[in-house]
């Protein structure tokens, strides 16, 4: 065992830094009760601001007091205000942060699930059951606020990769493709828009299928762009050329991933592709994200290999792999019979 000696105080300082609770909460409780928003411009004192909010005035100081040494607020003459670091945590700052801290909005309910990593590590699947009380898909289909912020926040994430993904692939190759849990289309609707000749037909729960509604009318893509409201456990629609499955398979354990999988082989025909595109493991460094899949969803990012041996128990051949965007690979399967 190595002497304690060789520890410094730094060392101890610097871990208690890393693992302190107190300012990742902060973060979010101050995104929570929109504290960055309603401090934005001229001092606001902590007596109004909490008669405001309803909260202990006491409280609220402690917080602004710790949430200033970290620069998100100072102190004015007047009170505490946002400083303009801190106006990245207003809601209309864009960037996602909102949706990834508010405890009531989907994004950070479900990093809450990793309050609960230890039943995650021991038992090999997801802890937001644990944390709230049902799993991370019925809870949206309870709160359906939850579940906007949740579309919202999957359409934000992908505003940089839809072009690359669009131009990483020959996608024209397909006169038809289901995309299975399509969300709400941004990434089907720039395919379409980009290929005339193609169309789609979009999967997906209500109501989000609702929304990939809204966006193929937008676009004006109603006319080649159908939806389904459903779940990709039943059966899929049947004879596309291609069954695309985009960040699903990783928000799935093993069981589900096959059973999503099994939907599109018995509804792909003989000559037809399914392509898995995910932010495949080992080929980033994203050690926290794969720690957030698995308490949220007990779900990861796979290596090739494993998705490889998860689509061969379905009679699926892989046939390319290709860098479609600087976060993403795509797989190309075909069924093994055919060529
Ligand atoms: C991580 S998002 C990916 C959305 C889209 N493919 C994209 O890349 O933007 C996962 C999607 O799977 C959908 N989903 C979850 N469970 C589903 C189910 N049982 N049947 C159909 N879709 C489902 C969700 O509604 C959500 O749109």
């Known amino acids: ?34 504290l960055p928003d309603r401090l934005r411009g001229d001092g606001v004192s902590t007596e109004q601001v909490a008669t405001e909010l309803n909260v202990s005035p006491v409280a609220l100081e402690l917080l602004l007091g710790h949430l200033a040494t970290l ?11 946002t400083t303009d670091y801190g106006a990245s945590l207003c809601a209309d700052a864009d960037n996602g942060l909102v949706n990834f801290l508010h405890l009531d909005m989907a994004g950070g309910r479900a990093e809450m699930a990793l309050v609960e990593l230890l039943h995650s590590i021991t038992t090999g699947g997801a802890a937001y059951p644990r944390r709230h009380g049902q799993d991370f898909w019925a809870d949206l289909a309870r709160f359906p606020h939850l579940r906007e912020s949740f579309d919202q926040q999957m359409t934000h994430r992908f505003r940089d990769q ?15 493709v289901v995309d299975v ?81 099994g939907r599109c082989v018995e509804a792909v025909p003989p000559t037809g592709r399914v392509l898995v595109i995910e932010p495949v493991g080992g080929r980033r460094d994203s050690t926290g994200f794969d720690l957030a899949m698995l308490a949220i969803f007990g779900g990861r990012e796979r ?16 046939d390319a792999v290709t860098d479609v965007s600087d976060q993403r690979c795509l797989l190309e399967f075909r069924l093994a019979a055919t060529g």
Do not use: K
């Open 303 to 318: 290596r090739i290999d494993e998705l490889d041996a998860l689509a061969a128990a379905h009679g699926l051949t892989l």
């Open 1 to 34: 065992m190595p002497a304690l000696t060789f520890v410094t105080a730094h060392d101890i300082a610097s871990i208690r830094t890393m693992a302190g609770l107190a300012t990742p909460m902060a973060l979010r409780v101050a995104v929570t009760l929109g």
């Open 71 to 81: 620069g998100i607020v100072e102190r004015a003459s007047t009170g505490h205000r």
């Open 181 to 261: 849990g399509g969300g709400h289309g941004t990434l089907l609707a720039a395919i379409l828009a980009a290929h005339p000749r193609m169309r789609g037909h979009l999967v997906d729960l209500e109501p989000t299928a609702d929304g990939a509604r809204g966006t193929f009318a937008a676009q004006r893509l109603a006319d080649r762009a159908q939806v389904t409201a459903g779940s990709f456990f039943d059966p899929l629609p049947r004879g596309a050329d291609a069954y695309l499955l985009c960040d699903i398979l990783h928000d799935w354990d093993d069981d589900g991933a096959h059973r999503i999988l």
């Open 162 to 176: 839809v072009p690359q993904i669009l131009a990483g692939y020959d996608w024209g190759r397909f006169p038809t």
